[in-house]
Structure formats: structure tokens, C-alpha cells
């Protein structure tokens, strides 16, 4: 055996107190951090649309959804629906009926004095002993005729003008459903364009209303096209 002195010694010799130095072990590498995934970008000649406007996108809706504006669209396009020309002449009727019946009351209480004013000139002619013509129409009927009429007009505007801009329709035109709508922003038309509206159609009557059977796509007639209206249903 080998004598103790030729032994090597494990740790060489320290004072009393003192540890042993130790080497630090080698510390392992930080992991390293997972680096983004860019997605690959399109090439200059693909279009750069939105995932929900390319087809397997994260965003595709499923088939026969609508979005808002889609929406929008259909019902801007039932709106701008022209009404049926039977709806529109029934309607018309109904309200020809009352300006009729509001002429008639009018012209009732006058008719006494302008039949006196007719018959005093036949009597006249007729005491002359000389063949003569008698007009019907002179100024004392035409004032009675512009009393009838200034009545129905005051009274169509109460009654067609008005609610035409308010609410675009008539009472004949809302028992039918059918409504008055301004071309540019399919509301009821201006004060304006009402009035506009009623005035021709009072002076040009049926020749006037017969062009919506020829116009299209909204079917109007004389007095539409002046105020740019037309009758939706």
C-alpha cells in the first residue's frame, strides 16, 4: 500500500471555516421566443379584398344572408315600385266624387240668381220683336262660374294639397294604398310640388293622366313629370 503522504488529496487543505469553492454549473440556454407568423402577403396581380369577400373566408357569410345595404336596396326597390294603373283610377275616382259634390254644394245656393239672370234676357229678347242671339255665358254667369271654382280650388288644397305633402296621399289614394313620392328622395313631395302637381292636373284632366299608360319604368303622367313625382303603392 502506498504510504499516506503519496496519496493525492481530494480537497486541498483550507483553514477551519472555510468552504470549498465549487464551480458554478453552465446555465442552460433561454428558450428561444416563438417568432410571429406573418401570413404570406398576395401577390401585385391578386386582388386585396376582405377576408369576407374571398370565398372560404373566416368572414363568409353563410348562403342567403343579407347585409344592412342589401337590405336597404330592397326595400329602396319596393318603395320605388310604381302602384297599378286599376288602384290609381279607382283611387281617382273616389276623390273626383267628393270635389264634385263640394262644386255641387256650392253651386246650389247660386243657381236661383243665374237662372233669374238667364231668363231675364230671354225675356228681354223676346220683347224686342227682332231675332237675337242670348248668350248663356256673360259677366254676370262667369262670376258665379269663378265663385264655383275659386270654392273647389281652396278647397282642393285643403284637401289634395296639403295632405299630399304631408303625408303623400289623399283619402281616396289611402283607402286604395297607394301614396305620392318625390323622384329624388322618395318622401312625400314639397308644398310646392304638390300644389305644382294638382294645379295641372286640374287644367290638362284626362289627356294629362293618360300618359302613365305609355311612360316608363314609374308610369307617370303630365302633371307627375312636372313636379317629379310619381304614385307608389
Same mark, same amino acid.
Given at each position: 500500500?502506498?504510504?499516506?503522504?503519496?496519496?493525492? &488529496? /481530494?480537497?486541498?487543505?483550507?483553514?477551519?471555516? /472555510?468552504?470549498?469553492?465549487?464551480?458554478?454549473?453552465? &446555465?442552460?440556454?433561454?428558450?428561444?421566443?416563438?417568432?410571429?407568423? @406573418?401570413?404570406?402577403?398576395?401577390?401585385?396581380?391578386?386582388? %386585396?379584398?376582405?377576408?369576407?369577400?374571398? +370565398?372560404? !373566408?373566416?368572414?363568409?357569410?353563410?348562403?342567403?344572408?343579407? @347585409?344592412?345595404?342589401?337590405? =336597404?336596396?330592397?326595400?329602396?326597390?319596393?318603395?320605388?315600385? +310604381?302602384?297599378?294603373?286599376?288602384? %290609381?283610377?279607382?283611387?281617382?275616382?273616389?276623390?273626383?266624387?267628393?270635389?264634385?259634390?263640394?262644386?255641387?254644394?256650392?253651386? #246650389?245656393?247660386?243657381?236661383?240668381?243665374?237662372?233669374?239672370?238667364?231668363?231675364?234676357?230671354?225675356?228681354? *229678347?223676346?220683347?224686342?220683336?227682332? @231675332?237675337?242671339?242670348?248668350?248663356?255665358?256673360?259677366?254676370?254667369?262667369? !262670376?258665379?262660374? !269663378?265663385? /264655383?271654382?275659386?270654392?273647389?280650388?281652396? =278647397?282642393?288644397?285643403?284637401?289634395?294639397?296639403?295632405?299630399? *305633402?304631408?303625408?303623400?296621399?289623399?283619402?281616396?289614394?289611402?283607402?286604395? !294604398?297607394? %301614396?305620392?313620392?318625390?323622384?329624388?328622395?322618395?318622401?312625400?313631395?314639397? =308644398?310646392?310640388?304638390?300644389?305644382? #302637381?294638382?294645379?295641372?292636373?286640374? =287644367?290638362?284632366?284626362?289627356?294629362?293622366?293618360?300618359?302613365?299608360?305609355?311612360? %316608363? +319604368?314609374? #308610369?307617370?303622367?303630365?302633371?307627375?313629370?312636372?313636379?317629379?313625382?310619381?304614385?307608389?303603392?
Amino acid at each position: 500500500a502506498a504510504p499516506a503522504a503519496d496519496r493525492p &488529496e /481530494v480537497w486541498a487543505p483550507r483553514p477551519a471555516g /472555510v468552504r470549498p469553492k465549487i464551480a458554478a454549473r453552465p &446555465e442552460a440556454p433561454a428558450p428561444a421566443e416563438p417568432q410571429p407568423q @406573418t401570413q404570406p402577403q398576395p401577390r401585385s396581380g391578386e386582388p %386585396r379584398g376582405s377576408e369576407e369577400a374571398r +370565398p372560404g !373566408g373566416s368572414g363568409s357569410r353563410p348562403a342567403g344572408a343579407r @347585409t344592412p345595404r342589401e337590405v =336597404f336596396e330592397r326595400m329602396a326597390e319596393r318603395a320605388v315600385r +310604381p302602384a297599378g294603373l286599376p288602384r %290609381r283610377a279607382v283611387a281617382r275616382a273616389l276623390d273626383s266624387l267628393v270635389y264634385a259634390a263640394v262644386a255641387v254644394a256650392v253651386a #246650389r245656393p247660386l243657381l236661383p240668381e243665374a237662372t233669374a239672370h238667364v231668363e231675364a234676357k230671354v225675356d228681354a *229678347a223676346r220683347a224686342s220683336g227682332r @231675332t237675337t242671339t242670348v248668350w248663356l255665358l256673360d259677366g254676370t254667369i262667369a !262670376g258665379l262660374l !269663378g265663385l /264655383v271654382l275659386g270654392a273647389v280650388l281652396l =278647397f282642393g288644397i285643403l284637401y289634395e294639397v296639403l295632405p299630399t *305633402a304631408r303625408w303623400g296621399r289623399t283619402p281616396g289614394k289611402k283607402l286604395l !294604398g297607394v %301614396r305620392v313620392l318625390a323622384t329624388a328622395t322618395l318622401r312625400p313631395p314639397t =308644398f310646392g310640388a304638390a300644389l305644382r #302637381r294638382w294645379l295641372l292636373y286640374a =287644367f290638362l284632366g284626362l289627356p294629362g293622366s293618360l300618359w302613365c299608360l305609355v311612360d %316608363r +319604368p314609374r #308610369r307617370q303622367a303630365w302633371h307627375d313629370k312636372a313636379a317629379r313625382t310619381y304614385v307608389a303603392r
